[in-house]
Structures are given as C-alpha cells and as structure tokens.
C-alpha cells in the first residue's frame, strides 16, 4: 500500500461523507483506487454517521470506533497511526474537511523528492469568509448546503476553490510555510518516530496539537518540507469548539497556555522556504486573491 489517510470525526453526520466522497478514487486523480486507503476513526459520536453513504463511496472504508473516545481527538489520531499500512500516511484531523482532486496523488508525487519528507498543503474554509466571523453574517450549515449545491464540486472538485476562503496564517502565498496545515503527510517510520500527536494535548478538539505535531516535524534538520501547490483542504461548517469567533475567544487561551506548558514557547518557523510541488489552476490562485479584494457578492 502506498498511502493511508487518517480520517478523524466527532459527530459529523452531515459533513463526513461529503469528505469520503472528496477523497474516494471516483473523485481523486491521478491515484489508483489500490494504491491507498482511507481509515475513519469515529472518536465517540453520539450521534452516528452514515457508514453505507460512506461506503457508497469508498467500498473497502476502514472504520474504527474509540471505546474509550475523550473530548481530544489525539488518541483517535494515534489509533489511526496504529492501523495504518501505508508506506505514506496522511492525517485529516479533522473529518468535515474535504479534499481538493490532486491532493493524494500530489502528496505522493512530493514523497518521492526525498527520505524524509514532510508534506502539508493549504487550508480553506467553505463561505464568503473565514467561518470565525461569517457566522456572525449568518453563515451556518444551510447557507453552507445551498452554496456547495451550485457550485458544482461533484463533477470538478476544483470548483470548491470557487466557493472558499484562504485562511492559512502566517502563509501570504502558495510559496510561504503556513503555521498549520490540515492535511499532514509523513512516512509511517516517520510519524513512529515523531510519536504521532502529543497525547499531552488533552483539550477539546486537541487544542494546539496539530500545529504541534506539524511545526515538530518542520524544524527537524533532517526533513525536507513541501507544501502542495494548488491543493488543499475545505473546512465545513460544523459547531466545532472554535468555528464561532465567541468560541474562539473563549477557548484561545487554555489552548495557549496548554500548548506553552507542554513546549515552553511557540515553534519557529523552518529556516527555510519550504519546496512547492504541484500545479496552479486559476481558480486557486483566484481563491487566494479574493482575501484582499473580495467580489461584492461574498461581502455580507
């Protein structure tokens, strides 16, 4: 097998199985339906997703349910680790992002560029804006639905370009090291040896620890990182612990102080630029433009 994706959800009936239909070999290209698989750990749902319309879509979908899920999803992470067969193996912590078309076979493509790579790409969020502050506009599960069914991301799924907004911080471009990234490719020696997600990370939703586990595997002298030009993942809307900007500042700063503990201060970026690899389309680099200058239609 030459890649796992580590799919982490908490109660995401309505979003997950848009994410399982973005990473099945129907709309994924460049990558044989054989050379990856798509592990789902379910980290205590109370409300169950619909495993059949997962399946509809990838028919050999790994499904894993925590016996004993807490409020982090960083065991959940780890048991996804664990199962993984991949010589490659991505995690989406985060199971309502979807996944642009080339983000798999882009990923491989950048595995081959060295020993020990370490792969991200850009985050997006669905909406006229970063989904903090949308949702004082009136941005919510409904308004999200009626955009994702005109924008036509079942037939192209470059077309969610179309309908998103460019949130990577601390990355002003395609070519820039962003401080988090929602899509983390290793190779599985690598993740073993990194030690997966810090289990210190014990918040709801894991607090810091993605960007934990990505800028320890960035400022690793041995690695080389590369981010995937033009790829990236679309987050849903879903009442996440920080998808309201209220939520955001209430949980900001345990998050903080949770991560200082464990680190003593905040990682510093990699020396330098991280390699890019990957092809551009408009529609990505018009997702990125629209931050300054968005069309009058996405204001609100």
Same mark, same amino acid.
């Given at each position: 097998?030459?890649?796992?994706?580590?799919?982490? =959800?908490?109660?995401? #009936?309505?979003?997950?199985?848009?994410?399982?239909?973005?990473?099945?070999?129907?709309?994924?290209?460049?990558?044989?339906?054989?050379?990856?698989?798509?592990?789902?750990?379910?980290? %205590?749902?109370?409300?169950?997703?619909?495993?059949?319309?997962?399946?509809?879509?990838?028919?050999?979908?790994?499904?894993?349910?925590?016996?004993? !899920?807490?409020?982090?999803?960083?065991?959940?992470?780890?048991?996804?680790?664990?199962?993984?067969?991949?010589?490659?193996?991505?995690?989406?912590?985060?199971? #309502?992002?979807?996944?642009?078309?080339?983000?798999? !076979?882009?990923?491989?493509?950048?595995?081959?560029?060295?020993?020990?790579?370490?792969?991200? =790409?850009?985050?997006?969020?669905?909406?006229?804006?970063?989904?903090?502050?949308?949702?004082?506009?009136?941005?919510?599960?409904?308004?999200?639905? #009626?955009?994702?069914?005109?924008?036509?991301?079942?037939?192209? $799924?470059?077309?969610?370009?179309?309908?998103?907004?460019?949130?990577?911080?601390?990355?002003?471009?395609?070519?820039?090291?962003?401080?988090?990234?929602?899509?983390?490719?290793?190779?599985?020696?690598?993740?073993?040896?990194? $030690? $997966?997600?810090? =289990?210190?990370?014990?918040?709801?939703?894991?607090?810091?620890?993605?960007?934990?586990?990505?800028?320890?595997?960035?400022?690793?002298?041995?690695?080389?990182?590369?981010?995937?030009? $033009?790829?990236?993942?679309?987050?849903?809307?879903?009442?996440?612990?920080?998808? =309201?900007?209220?939520?955001?500042?209430?949980?900001?700063?345990?998050?903080?102080?949770?991560?200082?503990?464990?680190?003593?201060?905040?990682?510093?970026?990699? %020396?330098?630029?991280?390699?890019?690899?990957?092809?551009?389309?408009?529609?990505?680099?018009?997702?990125?433009?629209?931050?300054?200058?968005?069309?009058?239609?996405?204001?609100?």
């Amino acid at each position: 097998m030459k890649l796992s994706i580590v799919v982490v =959800s908490y109660n995401m #009936a309505r979003e997950l199985p848009r994410t399982i239909r973005s990473l099945s070999p129907h709309m994924q290209r460049g990558i044989a339906a054989s050379d990856y698989e798509v592990i789902v750990v379910d980290n %205590g749902s109370t409300l169950p997703f619909p495993a059949e319309e997962c399946r509809r879509w990838i028919p050999d979908l790994r499904i894993e349910l925590m016996a004993a !899920a807490t409020p982090s999803p960083v065991p959940a992470v780890n048991r996804g680790l664990e199962l993984a067969t991949g010589e490659l193996v991505g995690v989406i912590v985060d199971g #309502a992002r979807m996944a642009s078309p080339g983000l798999l !076979a882009t990923a491989l493509l950048a595995a081959r560029l060295h020993d020990r790579p370490v792969i991200g =790409s850009m985050t997006f969020h669905l909406g006229w804006s970063d989904q903090m502050t949308g949702s004082r506009s009136g941005y919510d599960a409904a308004a999200e639905d #009626a955009l994702l069914a005109s924008s036509g991301w079942e037939e192209d $799924g470059y077309n969610l370009f179309r309908i998103a907004t460019w949130i990577s911080m601390r990355a002003r471009s395609w070519f820039d090291w962003p401080v988090e990234t929602n899509a983390i490719f290793l190779r599985r020696d690598h993740w073993r040896a990194l $030690g $997966g997600f810090d =289990s210190g990370f014990v918040s709801p939703g894991g607090g810091l620890a993605n960007m934990d586990a990505w800028g320890r595997a960035c400022i690793d002298p041995g690695v080389c990182v590369i981010m995937l030009l $033009g790829e990236g993942t679309f987050h849903q809307v879903h009442g996440g612990v920080t998808s =309201s900007e209220a939520g955001f500042l209430e949980w900001w700063p345990i998050f903080r102080d949770e991560y200082l503990r464990l680190r003593g201060r905040f990682l510093p970026a990699p %020396g330098l630029p991280p390699i890019v690899v990957g092809r551009l389309s408009r529609g990505a680099q018009e997702c990125l433009e629209r931050r300054a200058n968005p069309p009058h239609q996405w204001r609100r």
